[in-house]
């Protein structure tokens, strides 16, 4: 299996840390899920990639939570299925590419941790909403790799 690069819209299947459970103490997500790569920055010095993710679920966001619902049309784009699902923009992990969190998504072939892409216009209104939220401090980050 090959990884893809950590492009910026790209859907992966990962072990998603909650930030609530991190404040808890866990260190490790409780499933596998997708998660939309909102941001990647080059570190080329390093030959690593730090990647920023946002948890994409099917349960409706709890009270405070910011989130988009994601529209059915991009989720069969993004090869996700058709369950109603939220970007959720108020909390992300970050690690460096690929991490040791990384899943294969059941049933593909070839084996995959990549779902697909996010359609270009929803991608960029989530971004813009998350750099807002993280701008305002009103984003948590749960770093991953420390």
């Known amino acids: 299996m090959s990884l893809p690069a950590p492009l910026p819209g790209l859907v992966i299947r990962y072990r998603y840390l909650w930030a609530d459970d991190a404040a808890g103490g866990a260190e490790e997500g409780d499933k596998e899920r997708p998660a939309a790569v909102v941001m990647v920055l080059d570190l080329s010095s390093a030959n690593a990639a730090r990647v920023f993710v946002l948890p994409i679920t099917h349960a409706s966001p709890p009270p405070g939570a910011d989130a988009m619902e994601i529209p059915v049309s991009v989720c069969r784009s993004a090869g996700l299925d058709a369950g109603r699902s939220w970007v959720i923009l108020s909390e992300f992990n970050a690690f460096a590419w690929p991490g040791f969190d990384l899943a294969i998504v059941p049933g593909r072939t070839p084996r995959t941790v990549a779902y697909g892409f996010l359609t270009p216009g929803f991608f960029a209104r989530m971004r813009d909403r ?11 980050r749960v770093p991953r790799d420390t």
């Open 130 to 140: 998350w750099l807002a939220l993280d701008a305002a401090r009103r984003s948590r």
